[in-house]
Structure formats: C-alpha cells, structure tokens
T-cell receptor, first 114, second 112 residues
C-alpha cells in the first residue's frame, strides 16, 4: 500500500458527461501528479500540483482540469467525455518539487466511457 | 516529445533465471531513473531508482545498471520468481518539471 488513495475505483459513464476523480496524497507529501494509462498511449503525465499551485502541465486536454485543495487532496475533472477518454487514471504524490523525488502511485480509477 | 525506448516488449523466463530489461533515453538533462512494477489492476509501485552519478545500484534481487555515455540503463532481476510476473516500466525524471516520462513497459512472465 503506497499510502495514496483514489476514489472511485471504477467509473462508468456516457459520452458527453463530466466526472470528477479524487486523490489523497501520502501524509506529508506536497506534490500531486496525475497520469493517464491507456493501451495505445501507455503512461502519460497530465499535470502536477505542488502545495496548491499548478507546477507542470503535460499532455492534458483542454476538456480536463485539476486542482489541489488546502488539505492537499486533488481532483481531476474530465468533461465532454469521449470514448477515447476511457483509461486508467493514476494519481501519484511526492514529498516536494524541483528535483528527483520518489513518486508513489495510488491504485487508480478505471474510467469507462460508453 | 521526449521518448524512452524500452525493450523487450515481453519476456519469458524460467524460475531461477535472470530477467533483463533495457531502456534508452534521449535527454541528457534527465537526472533520475526509476523502475516501476505493476500488477494487473494495481497502480505502478516504485521498485528501485538510480541517479546518473552512479553506474550501478542493487537492492536485493534487483539491480539497475546505468551507462551514461550510451544513455542507457537496465534492470536485472536475479533468481527470478513466479511472483515477479508483472509489467515493468522504466522512467526518466525531468528535472525541470518533475514529471516522469515512462517507457512502453515490459511484460515479464516467470514460469516455475
């Protein structure tokens, strides 16, 4: 158990809908990362927050957004969902930012868009 | 788009054998090279990591070998066990953004 929690574990929704994925980092970790894992794209970095502020953006679609709250939990919002958004979404956390820090992954949320 | 080239895509090893997975990176600015192990239905779990200032790091049966001049690093699993059967990902750590750039993964199967 990495100490990173994610809810829900599974999510099934229809195209055009909006969903929110939630992540709680390990105790003491200030950085939260979101990654998407799909069969054709592999593990792709989406976005990083550090202590409430956006720090880095990767291949995140404009339909997706995220935030980190004062209690350091984070939410990833996916809107106008398309079939191709079906994937595993992982949250990871690390102690800090600005250097090589070990990232610990949560169990993931499996999103299925029908 | 930065890439990490990982090979082989799949690997079958007999129990007790050595499993070797290779990765090659492009950007010499990368300064952190972790390996993750992922079981079906689970999140990637950090296995072992290395910085470019050392050429080898060993933790139990797992060893990372790092060749800075060739921009390559590899994972060796000694005395491979059926419980090691999983997908392994190498990654590069971007020092400017903290993001990890992952390889495409290697599915390892260890048969008794």
């Amino acid at each position: 158990d990495s100490g990173v929690t994610q809810t829900p574990k599974h999510l099934i929704t229809a195209t055009g809908q909006r969903v929110t994925l939630r992540c709680s980092p390990r105790s003491g970790d200030l950085s939260v990362y979101w990654y998407q894992q799909s069969l054709d794209q592999g593990l792709q970095f989406l976005i990083q927050y550090y202590n409430g502020e956006e720090r880095a953006k990767g291949n995140i679609l404009e339909r997706f957004s995220a935030q980190q709250f004062p209690d350091l939990h984070s939410e990833l919002n996916l809107s106008s969902l398309e079939l191709g958004d079906s994937a595993l979404y992982f949250c990871a956390s690390s102690v800090g930012a600005g250097g090589p820090h070990e990232q610990y992954f949560g169990p993931g949320t499996r999103l299925t868009v029908t | 788009q930065q890439q990490v080239k990982q090979s082989p895509q799949s690997l079958i090893v007999q129990k007790g054998g050595i499993s070797i997975i290779n990765c090659a990176y492009e950007n010499t600015a990368f300064d952190y090279f972790p390996w993750y192990q992922q079981f079906p239905g689970k999140g990637p779990a950090l296995l072992i990591a290395i910085r470019p200032d050392v050429s080898e790091k060993k933790e139990g049966r797992f060893t990372i070998s790092f060749n800075k001049s060739a921009k390559q690093f590899s994972l060796h699993i000694m005395d491979s066990q059926p419980g090691d059967s999983a997908t392994y990902f190498c990654a590069d750590g971007d020092p400017n953004t903290d993001k990890l750039i992952f390889g495409t993964g290697t599915r390892l199967q260890v048969f008794p």
